[in-house]
């Protein structure tokens, strides 16, 4: 498996890719593009979250060619107005110029206008988890768009994962940070600077469930998959990723580290109960978040039950 993070700034490409990342991922915003709906589900503009300049792209671009680490493009918003759609032709347009072939795409309509403007054909398209790829009978469609991968959204069990991976694509899942309370393909809240996020906000569940909210800041604080590593690559899972973008970069730097070390004990290891217990005593020596991903083949539960 290898290792997609988020990045907010130009400035974290290098280190992000000397603690080991395979890939990175990153919004492009230009500034004739701002008059409009957020772009890739980070209406934000007073902390880095993604660029906005062409120049940081093509300075990108020169770091891409030295250290051969690639870069996609988020476009990840559930829908866009058709009056922007012209504005996202030329974004891409740029973004091809400057050496950047691959989009991160959540809207279905979006990728339809591609596809008859001909777009596709001179793009790679991974289809963003907020898309909300649900069965097989999604999947069989989405993939009349040519993808080269699919990302599985957060709520995507192991249990299914098996039974969706069965194209001849590549595949990502979600492993560390930003877990939901919500499905991201459902979820209208916006990111931005002014409001808080609508996971954010005080809430009543109905029904009662005796939970035990811990407080944590280490590894996995916000969200972990760490335990499923063994089962992820079993199922043929090539890339996992680490939710970064507007975190600080120490921190990313060290979910790298640990992931990656996390991903050698895998491979050292001759089970999978051997692996999560070498795991577990290596990173999590004051004991795990328990912001479970995925609990006994399903999703966890974001409290610790």
Same mark, same amino acid.
């Given at each position: 498996?290898?290792?997609?993070? *988020? #990045?907010?700034?130009?400035?974290?490409?290098?280190?992000?890719?000397?603690?080991?990342?395979?890939?990175?991922?990153?919004?492009? !915003?230009?500034?004739?593009?701002?008059?409009?709906?957020?772009?890739?589900r980070r209406e934000v503009y007073f902390s880095n979250v993604q660029i906005g300049a062409r120049s940081e792209l093509q300075i990108l671009s020169r770091m891409v060619d030295k250290y051969r680490i690639? !870069?996609?493009?988020?476009m990840n918003s559930l829908s866009y107005p058709e009056s922007m759609y012209p504005y996202i032709k030329r974004m891409i347009d740029e973004c091809l110029e400057d050496g950047f072939d691959t989009f991160i795409v959540a809207d279905i309509h979006l990728l339809e206008y591609l596809k008859k403007e001909r777009i596709l054909e001179r793009i790679r398209v991974h289809i963003s988890g907020e898309i909300g790829e649900l069965n097989s009978y999604t999947l069989k469609y989405l993939s009349s768009f040519s993808p080269s991968r699919i990302i599985f959204h957060r709520k995507v069990s192991l249990e299914n994962m098996v039974k969706l991976s069965t194209m001849n694509l590549e595949y990502e899942a979600? !492993?560390?940070?930003?877990?939901?309370?919500? @499905? *991201? *393909?459902?979820? $209208?809240?916006?990111?931005?600077?002014?409001?808080? @996020?609508?996971? @954010?906000?005080?809430?009543? #569940?109905?029904?009662? !469930?005796?939970? $035990?909210?811990?407080?944590?800041? *280490?590894?996995g604080s916000s969200g972990c998959g760490l335990c499923a590593l063994w089962q992820l690559e079993q199922i043929g899972i090539q890339y996992g990723k680490l939710v970064s973008r507007g975190n600080f970069v120490e921190n990313t730097i060290e979910d790298i580290m640990s992931l990656k070390r996390a991903l050698a004990i895998v491979k050292e290891c001759l089970s999978e109960q051997e692996y999560v217990e070498r795991m577990k005593k290596e990173l999590f020596s004051y004991g795990c978040s328990g912001q479970c991903y995925f609990r006994n083949g399903q999703n966890g539960p974001f409290v610790k039950i």
């Open positions: 498996m290898k290792i997609t993070v *988020g #990045m907010g700034s130009i400035d974290e490409y290098i280190s992000f890719v000397e603690a080991g990342a395979d890939e990175v991922f990153i919004g492009y !915003v230009p500034s004739y593009m701002k008059e409009f709906s957020a772009l890739n690639p !870069v996609s493009i988020t979600f !492993v560390l940070n930003e877990n939901c309370h919500f @499905h *991201g *393909g459902y979820c $209208q809240s916006l990111h931005c600077d002014s409001l808080s @996020h609508m996971c @954010h906000l005080p809430y009543r #569940m109905e029904k009662e !469930v005796e939970t $035990q909210f811990v407080e944590y800041e *280490g590894l």
